[in-house]
C-alpha cells in the first residue's frame, strides 16, 4: 500500500480544476483590492522587514524543509508535496490571521501582495531545485516532465493577474474596491473550503485509507514553518508584533496554489495531493488557533 501512494492518482475532473482556478484568482483579487501602492512603498521604507519577510517565506523555509525531509525520509511523492508546499508564497488568509493575532496587519497585507509577484519566479525555482536535490523526488520530475516556464505562466495567470487587477480597480474605485473586498473574501474562502470538502468526498476511500501517512507529516511541517517565520524575525531584531506576522505568513502557505499545481502538472500525484489537501485543512485550524492564543496576550509591543 504505500508503495502504491507513489503512483496513487487522485481523482479530479476536468471542471474541478476551472473551479479552483477560479476561485483562487477571486480569492487573490479579493485580497489585493485592499492593496495600495503605498503598501509597497511602507515596504520599501523599510527594507529590513521586507527581506526578512521574503528570505524567510523563500530562501529559509524551502531550505528547512528540504533538511527536514532529508530527516524523515518520508515516500517521495509525499517528499515532494511538503516541497510543494514550501515553495509556494503565504495563503491569503494568513491577512485575517494576522489582524487577530494583534499583528502587523498592515504589513501582512503588503507582504502577501509581495510575496505574490516574487512567487511568480520563486514557487517554481525552488520546486524544481529542491525537487531535483533529492533523488527520489528526481525521478517524479523526470516522469512527468514539469516545464518551469508552463509553471511560471500558470502562477501569472492565478495571482498575479488578479494581483494588478485588483490594486487597478482599489486605485480607480476605492469606495467600491472596500465594499466589494468585503464580500469577496468571505465568499471565496467558503467556496475553497467547500471545493476540499468536495476533494475529500470524491476520493473518500483513499483518503481514509492513506490520511495516516501525511498526519503527523503535516502537523510537524506547519509548526516548523511558523516557528521558523518567527525566530528568524527574532533574530533579525523585529518587534514582536511583526514576529507573529512573519509567523503566520511563513506557516500559513498557499495550498490552494499547490493543489492546483498538482492537478495540472502531476495528474492529482497521490502522496502530494493527500499531504497539500490536509494541509490547506490543518493550517486553518492551527492558523486561528495560534491567533486566539496570541489575541489574549498582553501586548508587547
Not at 20 to 28: F, Q, Y
Not at 131 to 143: F, K, V
Not at 236 to 260: A, C, F, P, V, W
Amino acid at each position: 500500500m504505500i508503495e502504491n501512494l507513489d503512483t496513487l492518482e487522485i481523482n479530479f475532473d476536468t471542471e474541478g480544476l476551472w473551479v479552483l482556478n477560479i476561485t483562487l484568482a477571486i480569492i487573490m483579487f479579493g485580497v489585493s483590492l485592499g492593496i495600495t501602492m503605498d503598501d509597497f512603498r511602507r515596504l520599501f521604507k523599510n527594507p529590513k522587514i521586507l527581506l526578512t519577510g521574503i528570505i524567510s517565506q523563500f530562501i529559509i523555509l524551502p531550505f528547512v524543509t528540504f533538511i527536514f525531509i532529508k530527516l524523515v525520509n518520508p515516500m517521495p511523492s509525499i517528499a515532494l508535496g511538503m516541497m510543494m508546499v514550501a515553495a509556494c508564497p503565504g495563503g491569503n488568509i494568513s491577512n485575517f490571521m494576522t489582524q487577530m493575532a494583534k499583528g502587523n496587519a498592515a504589513l501582512s497585507v503588503s507582504l502577501t501582495a509581495f510575496a505574490t509577484l516574487v512567487s511568480l519566479v520563486m514557487t517554481p525555482f525552488n520546486l524544481e531545485f529542491y525537487g531535483n536535490l533529492y533523488a527520489p523526488t528526481a525521478e517524479i520530475l523526470q516522469r512527468v516532465q514539469l516545464n518551469p516556464w508552463t509553471l511560471v505562466e500558470l502562477v501569472t495567470l492565478i495571482l498575479g493577474v488578479p494581483l494588478l487587477l485588483g490594486m487597478w480597480v482599489r486605485n480607480r474605485k476605492p469606495i467600491w474596491a472596500t465594499k466589494l473586498s468585503k464580500v469577496l473574501k468571505p465568499l471565496s474562502l467558503i467556496i475553497f473550503m467547500i471545493f476540499i470538502i468536495i476533494a475529500f468526498y470524491d476520493n473518500f476511500d483513499i483518503f481514509i485509507n492513506y490520511v495516516h501517512y501525511v498526519l503527523i507529516l503535516v502537523i510537524a511541517h506547519n509548526v516548523l514553518a511558523l516557528l521558523t517565520g518567527f525566530y528568524f524575525a527574532k533574530a533579525m531584531k523585529l518587534s514582536y508584533k511583526d514576529q507573529k506576522t512573519l509567523s503566520i505568513e511563513t506557516g500559513i502557505q498557499n495550498s490552494g496554489l499547490g493543489l492546483l499545481l498538482i492537478f495540472s502538472f502531476f495528474n492529482g500525484l497521490g502522496g502530494m495531493a493527500l499531504l497539500v489537501a490536509f494541509w490547506a485543512i490543518w493550517d486553518i485550524f492551527s492558523g486561528v488557533a495560534l491567533a486566539s492564543y496570541w489575541s489574549k496576550q498582553k501586548i508587547k509591543g
